[in-house]
């Protein structure tokens, strides 16, 4: 996200956190539900951990999208134009 609009980069990170925080409340609602169908069913092996650790994964690799990453910086793009070989 290394935009030159300040406003536009602090809007995009806003509506990503806002659709992480909207990811993360599904993943509960769904959790739960999965836990009270197996709970209804007779309670045998645990199944829903299956569904839950995958919607985990998919959650936490927004989440590291989200937080985990820091923005491409001037000095990146400088160090990346050093290193690469021109063409002559």
Known sequence: MAD???RADAIGRLKHRQSF???A???AGVAVLLVVIWAI???GY???VFPIVGLAIALGAQAFQLYGQRPISEDDIQREMRRRPTDA
């Open 4 to 6: 030159d609009d300040p």
């Open 46 to 48: 645990f199944w829903p």
């Open 21 to 23: 925080q909207q990811n």
């Open 25 to 27: 409340l599904i993943f």
């Open 41 to 43: 069913s007779g309670a």
